[in-house]
C-alpha cells in the first residue's frame, strides 16, 4: 500500500491589521528615540531609550525585520571600529566602550559597515569584563539589569562588569563627560546610528502608510 505524502504546510497569510500596527508601532518608536535625543540627556531619560531600542532590534519578533518583510530593503548602519582608548572606565572591571565614536565622521577610527540590522547588533562597540562588548550587550544590559525595563541581576560576565559601575554613576550632578563613557551613556550614539540606518525603511513604511 502506497504511503501518503504529508500533507505540505502553508505559511500563514499575513494578518493585514497586525502590518499595519506594526508599520504605526515602528514609525513611533522612531518619533520616541528622536524626542529622547532631543531632550535633557540625564542617566534616567537616556535609560528611556533602552526599551526602544530592544523592541526595533533585539526583541522575539524584531519590529525592524518584520516591518521590512515587505519592503525587503537592504539596510546599511554606518559607524566606526572600536579603538581602544589610553584610559578605561572601572578600573578592575576593565569597561571601555565607544560611546560617541560610534557616530560616523567622529573621528578618524576606520569607518565600519554593518550591512543588516543583525550585524549592527553584533558591532563590536568596546570590552567588558575582558571579554567583546556588542551594542546589543549594551542595550539588553541597560533594559533589563540597569532599569529601563525593569532591575535584574547581571547574566554574563559583560553585565557584571557593567553593572560594577553602577555605584558611582548614581550622582545626579555626575559630569557630562563621565555619563558619556558609561553603558547609559553609549545608548544615545547608539540611537542616533540606529536611526540614520533605519532612514531609507522610515521612509517606505511612511509611504505606504500614507496610501493605506
Not at 508599520?23 to 531632550?39: C, Q
Not at 578592575?92 to 567622529?106: D, L, S
Not at 522610515?202 to 496610501?211: P, T
Amino acid at each position: 500500500m502506497a504511503k501518503k505524502r504529508p500533507r505540505r504546510q502553508h505559511a500563514a497569510r499575513p494578518d493585514p491589521v497586525q502590518e499595519r500596527l506594526a508599520d504605526w508601532l515602528f514609525l513611533r518608536t522612531l518619533d520616541d528615540i528622536e524626542l529622547h535625543l532631543k531632550t535633557p540627556q540625564d542617566r534616567y531619560s537616556l535609560l528611556g531609550i533602552a526599551p526602544l531600542l530592544r523592541k526595533l532590534f533585539v526583541d522575539g519578533d524584531r519590529l525592524v525585520e518584520r516591518v521590512n518583510r515587505k519592503s525587503r530593503l537592504s539596510l546599511q548602519f554606518v559607524t566606526h571600529e572600536a579603538v581602544r582608548p589610553a584610559v578605561e572606565l572601572g578600573g578592575e572591571t576593565r569597561f571601555w566602550a565607544q560611546g560617541a565614536a560610534v557616530i560616523p565622521g567622529h573621528d578618524s577610527s576606520p569607518l565600519a559597515f554593518c550591512e543588516s540590522a543583525s550585524a549592527w547588533m553584533a558591532h563590536i562597540t568596546g570590552e567588558a569584563g575582558g571579554r567583546p562588548l556588542r551594542v546589543r550587550d549594551i542595550i539588553k544590559h541597560c533594559a533589563h539589569v540597569e532599569g529601563g525595563v525593569h532591575l535584574g541581576r547581571p547574566s554574563s560576565v559583560q553585565e557584571a562588569a557593567m553593572f560594577g559601575l553602577v555605584h558611582a554613576l548614581l550622582d545626579d550632578n555626575l559630569p557630562s563627560e563621565v555619563l558619556a563613557g558609561s553603558p547609559v551613556g553609549a545608548l544615545s550614539p547608539i540611537a542616533t546610528v540606529s536611526l540614520a540606518g533605519l532612514s531609507t525603511l522610515r521612509d517606505a513604511v511612511r509611504e505606504r502608510s500614507s496610501g493605506a
